[in-house]
Each structure stands twice: as C-alpha cells, then as structure tokens.
C-alpha cells in the first residue's frame, strides 16, 4: 500500500470546470463614475436579453426565478435595499470564500442583467424571518462544529461556514440540514476506500482521477492512494453529514440554527501592519 | 545534443537560419498529400488529408511502452489551455495557443525559436474561450486564424505577419478557431461565432495574395436549393449559425474537402426557424475548387439541442458486404456514429455509441426517427446526451489494420431550457440555458467502435468525461487522456491499459501527435498551457 500524507490537493471542483472557462484575466474595474441610473431600466428588449443572461450564467445557482437555489435568495437582497452598484461590484469581484466567481462579462450584460433583477424584484422575498440566532449558536456549538468550521474554530470535515450567511439561501440551508445528501459539494462527496488488508476509511472525497484518490477521513487526516493499491472503492450517494429530522431538530430549533448561520457573513483575516520594532 | 547547445547559445535570428540548412522548409500539397509517409514530419492537422490520426510508426510498442518518459516540457507562460494540433516540419514544431498566440520550438529541446501576438480587441465577443486549433502550412508560410476572425500568414522561419484578411466582424459575434486546412493552391477556413447569430460560411483563399478563391455559405439563402429549409420571410437565415470550428478532411480522388458543420441559431428556442435548417448540423462535401456542394447529409435536421456536428470527419476504404466502399465516418455530437458513403453521401450504418434519449434510430432515409418530450421549453426537458454531447472537438482516430474507430466518449444529459429573446448584434442569442440534472452521474469513456457494423469493440470509462483526442500507431497503441490529466497508452485491441502519465492538467481537442527525430520516436502532448515530449527511456 502506498499512501502520500498531507498533500496538496487541487480542487475538483476547478478540475472539472476549466475547460469550460475563458482564461484566468483580471477582471475589468468597477465603472467610474457609476451611473446614477441602470442605461437599461425599464426597457422591455433589454430585460429580455437581461433574463437570458441571467438564466444562462446565475441560474444554476439563485435558481431560475432568482429565488435562490444553493446560492443565496436575489429577492431578498433587492427587498433588503441592494444598490445597483453593490450588485455590479458583487458580480465584477465575486465573494471570496463562496461558491461566487469574479466575472469577465462586459459592463452593458451586467447592467442587462441588473435591469432584468430589477424587473421581478418587486415581489415578496423568499427569505423567512431568521429565529434566535444566540440559541442557534449554542445548537450549532453542540451539534454542528465538530465537523464545521467557523472563524477557524471547529472541524475541518465538512465546508467552513464563516460567510455561509452570505452564501446560501434560507430555502438551500433547510434543504442542506434537513437532506444533506440532497446535493453534495464536489470536495465532500462521501468515500470508503478498502485497503488490500481489508481496512475500510472513510472520508469526504477531495479529487480523483482514473488511477488515483484523494480525501479527508473522519479523523480529518488527508489521505491519498493509488487504486491499484486498494481492493475497492466505494461511492456512496448519501452525505457524511447526517440528515437532521424534526425528531432530531424540531422546526423552532432549526429556524433558530439558521438564523445563527445568516450572521455568519465572514471575518476580516487582515492584520494590520505593526510597527516596526525600535 | 549538437542542436540543442546550438539553439541555446543562439539568437533566435540564427536558429532560423540553422533551420533552414536542416532541411528545404518548404511545403507542397503534395507533401501534405503523402501525409505521415514520412516520420518526422506532420503536416496538417489530421496527420493526413484522411484524418485517421493513425501514425505508422512502432518504436513504441505495447511490450515497451511502460519506459515511456518525459524529455522536454515548453510552458507558454501564458493563460489559457491548448487545443492545437502542433505541426512538425524538419525539427521544428509549430503551434498555435490561446489568446491569439503562436510558437515555433525546437522540437529536440523544448526551446522557443520565435513566438508571435496578435493583439486581442477589447470589445471582442467571445461565447467559449480564445481558443485555437493550429496551423495550416504551404510552401514556407504558416496560416492560422484568429480569435477576432482574421486569418494570418506567418513567415514559417521568422514568424513575421505576411498578410492578415479579415473573415468577417468580430464586433458582432463572428470568430475563427479552426486549423486551416491547406489543399492543392488554396487554404481553407471556416467561421465561428454562431452563439451571437452570425451566417456561417467556409471560404477558401489564395496563399500567396490572401484573396478569397470561394465561399460555401452553411446557412442557405436565396437563390439555394437548401434555402427551402428556412422561413421564406424575416432573416432568420442571416442569423442561422453553422459554425465551422473543426478542422475538415480531403479525398484527393474525389478531389472533395468535408466539413461538419455548425448547429442552427439560436441555440434553443426555434419556433422562429420553421424547417430543417440546411446546411447546419450537417456533413458537407465541397468541391476542392470551386466550393460547390457535391452533396451534403443532415445529421440533425432542425437541431435544438446545440450539438454542432463540428467532429473530425475521418475517410477510409471498407469493405462492406463484400464490396469496396470509400467511407467518411463520423462520430457526432448528438450521440450517434455514422459511416457514410463518401461518394453518395448516402448512410451506410447509424449507431448510437452513448446513451441517446432523443431519437429512437436512423431511418432508411438517413433521417433520424425522433422520440417524444425532447423540445426544450421554459419548464426544461431532460435529454442525453448534454449540450457538449456524446463526443465533441476532440479528433478521433481509425486503426485501418484492425478496422478500428476509437472515439473518445461523454455520458452525459441535461435539461434543456428555451425561451424567445430578440436578436441583438454582438449579444449571446442563445434563447436558452441547459442545467446539469441534480442526481445527473456523468462520465467519460475512450470506445472502440466497428464502422462496419457500428459495434463497440470495448471500451476503458473515466471518472469524469474527458475532451481529449486520440492518436494510434501501428504497432497497436492507441494513446488518449481521461478528463483530469491523466495520459494514457492502451494495448489497440483489447483496451487493456498499459501505461499513463499525470500531466497535470486537462488534455483537449487533440492528444497529440508522434514523429521520429534522431532515430528515436516522440509522443508530443499538448496539456493545459504545457507541450510535453516523452520518448522512452535510454
């Protein structure tokens, strides 16, 4: 058997996707000044144009009507009061930590875009009220952390949720807590490797190829193997995480887990620049 | 070794000329003709006018494989992924990368000898990548087209511009992608760009003086029998698609060129497109002159699903039932294999080779018999296979000895979305979407297919689809790339896996090529922004 410890892992996630992608190029700046006003507000053509963007580049992830799929709720952000110009910023730069890439596209399909949000934003959001974010906490504390990570304390087996509040809707956190094999990230994609002495491990999946894998077991120890070394490999559709029920987290406790998770919106790692020392 | 202190102690200026004493460095279509017949060069995209990417070299055998190592890696220092086939002309390679970027590299050592930039527009429309297949070359002049729909011909020694055409506007949606194709006094292009509702069309232009010889619109027109297949009225035809992004095939014989062509735009959405759409999604055969069409076969009439028949087309003499057929075959995009006769056009055997949800069979006609619940619509419609298809631009190659077609194979399916959306130049005018379905397993195979019956012969699966070509050799291997990096050499008759390498990053278009230099045999592959040269072990 042969095993490599603590080693890089590429995403897969970017493995399977680059070849769909332009180039890596730096993203075009903000447009300055702003305009004060969306050039394609209210025009019914651009609109148009504007939902076909929209649905062909966002929708897999804010779901079709923009309500929001794995990526967060676009309704409530427009009804919470998001300008024009921090939408545009968001899509020019991306959010780092999340799922939300920096984009190339020119300004105009931003704006087409925005005109389109703009457009159907006028209805109720999505989002239900959050519950007791501190009781959430101490649920989360006692439930989730050893296996999520949050503002690097807690486990390191399943994602890091510091900015899932930013990150995910309030429909997609339900889905993911209450049926987490529904959709698995692409690093956690539950394994069992079978070793030629009969050792099963377990673990979320980090990347793979025809002749090799790579994961994390439970004991959070990064585990890489050639699969001519293994007896067997074994994919399981179910997710590592267990599914929480309502006889395992009622409505009120889960209501109140999410509105814990909806502070989570990130911290700032920048240390700031020390003096020198005399 | 001489060369490569040679080259490094050298200004580029002076390996030109060291080059040239190497060898005439100067092409005829007659030496493209003759295509691998001689082992260190490779002249033209497909190897040969056949496309068989099939080398008859066998240095490298099935027993000694394994001591397959690298010898040289050129990185570009550049963004962006190779999806050119490199050609190789007396020790010299030439290739072609993305963002509109060219090379010539001393094929012993890696090193770069010139390199050439074309600036890239900043309105440029784009739908996937500024992507290039490679160069054409003749006489001692490289051809290349460009991201922003220009064609180029460079000095084959200096890299210096010699002419630049423009194709067509970039600035509303038009590009080119495709490696020329170089025939008798001409070198053959075609356009791309049909995500943006451009008018596809193939031209054919003079080597010397740039000037355009014929052009073969793959949308008709009026005045075009094929135009019948089109809304009379409007100008849906002037926004038809039909790219052309893959390079085509030329039976010399016939003195015929092949081109797949491109789906019909817009993509999804086709109430406003009534009628098959001629000559989109189709195969194509062009007289070699005048660009007339001697025939040409739909393979889906009226497409719907983005499944641009833009693969290889690969021609080959069978025998079927008993008689000599000149063939073309063709594995497409929407999931079936063909063989085709090459003089008729007429279909000899239709044969899905993954999983097809959309059409039941071929018929007698060659029309496809089609199922039900496959038009896209707002609510979405699942089909398989997915937009990219059962196969794609990556070429294919046939084992003429062992009648074998290898193929390179997506399992894949996705929900197809359509809705209107009004035509705006330099606007993606897709009118629709596709999604990857939630509980959607998809996965890659390198298959060997019988173009006499259509058969799989075997198959080795991937955990993930691959967009890797495949090149075999005479002496039984067949090399192809799983979707993750991976180089792979199989034994050509059982599919058994007999050795492979991690390169790093993702293989496309084409897997590579092999020549001999200096008495040993080389395996070029191009990976990610990467050329790595194995040969084996000393």
Known sequence: MKSWRSILVPGLFCVFTSGLLVAQQAPPAIPDPFPAMNPHAGDREAIRNGMSLYRSRCGDCHGLDANGYRGPDLMALIAGGATDERLFQTVRKGVPGTEMPASNMPDDQIFLVLAYLRNIGTVAASDAPAGNAAHGAQLFAAQCSSCHRVAGKGGRLGPDLTRVGSARSHAALVREIRNPGEVIAPNYETVTVVTRDGQRIRGAKKNEDTFSIQFMDQRERIQGYLKADLQDVIYEPASLMPAFGPERLPDADLNDVIGYLGTLRGVDVNIPVQPAQE | MRAIIGYVALAAAACAVSLAAQGTGSITSQEIAEGLRDPGRWLTY???????????????????????????????????????????????????????????????????????????????????????????????????????????????????????????????????????????????????????????????????????????????????????????????????????????????????????????????????????????????????????????????????HDWDSTQVPVLADLTINGQPRKVVMFANRNGF??????????????????????????????????????????????????????????????????????????????????????????????????????????FGALRAIDP????????????????????????????????????????????????????????RSTEGTTYMLDGRQYLLVPSGSTLVAFALMQ
Request: hydrophobic share 35%; aromatic share 12%.
């Open chain 2, 337 to 442: 294999f063909y063989t085709i006769d090459r003089v008729t056009g007429k279909v000899i055997v239709a044969k899905p080779f993954v999983e097809t949800t959309w059409a039941k069979e071929v018929g007698p006609t060659g029309r496809p018999v089609l199922l039900p619940g496959n038009i896209p619509d707002e609510n979405g419609t699942k089909t398989c296979p997915d937009l990219g298809g059962g196969t794609n631009y990556m070429s294919p190659s046939f084992d003429p000895s062992t009648r074998t077609f290898f193929v390179t194979a997506r399992e894949t399916c996705a929900t197809y979305y359509s809705w209107e959306q009004p035509f705006q130049p330099g606007v993606q005018w897709e009118s629709g979407a596709t999604q990857r379905p939630r509980d959607q397993k998809n």
């Open chain 2, 452 to 507: 006499v019956t259509g058969a799989r012969k075997w198959e080795f699966r991937y955990p993930t689809v691959s967009s890797s070509g495949v090149l075999s050799t005479a002496s039984g291997l067949v090399f192809n790339a799983d979707g993750d990096g991976n180089i792979l050499a199989f034994d050509s008759r059982t599919g058994k896996n007999l050795w492979h390498y991690q390169t790093g990053s993702g293989i």
């Open chain 2, 46 to 304: 497909g190897g040969d006018y056949s496309s068989q990417r099939h080398s008859p070299l066998t240095q490298i055998t099935p027993a000694n494989v394994n001591r397959l190592v690298p010898q040289w890696t050129f990185q570009t220092g550049t963004t962006g992924a190779f999806q050119a086939t490199p050609l190789l002309v007396d020790g010299v390679l030439y290739v072609t990368g993305f963002n509109n970027n060219a090379w010539a590299i001393d094929a012993r050592s890696g090193r770069q000898i010139w390199r050439y930039r074309r600036d890239i527009p900043s309105d440029l429309h784009n739908c996937c990548g500024a992507v290039n297949r490679g160069f054409a070359v003749l006489g001692d002049r490289l051809f290349m087209t460009t991201i922003d729909a220009h064609l180029v011909a460079l000095d084959m020694k200096t890299g210096s511009l010699l002419y630049d055409v423009e194709l067509a506007d970039y600035k509303v949606g038009y590009s080119a992608t495709v490696a020329p194709l170089a025939v008798k006094d001409k070198i053959i292009i075609g356009i791309a760009g049909a995500e943006f509702g451009i008018r596809g069309f193939i031209d054919a232009y003079d080597p010397m003086t740039g000037k355009r010889d014929w052009r073969f619109w793959t949308v008709a027109g009026p005045g075009d029998p094929g135009f019948a297949t089109w809304p009379q009225t409007g100008d849906a035809y002037k926004r038809g698609g039909g790219s052309i992004w893959v390079t085509g095939s030329y039976d010399p014989e016939q003195n015929l060129v092949f081109f797949g062509t491109g789906n019909p735009g817009p993509d999804y959405y086709s109430q406003n497109r009534e009628g098959d759409n001629l000559y989109t999604a189709s195969l194509v055969a062009l007289d070699a002159d005048t660009g007339k069409a001697k025939w040409h076969y739909q393979f889906t009439p009226h497409d719907m």
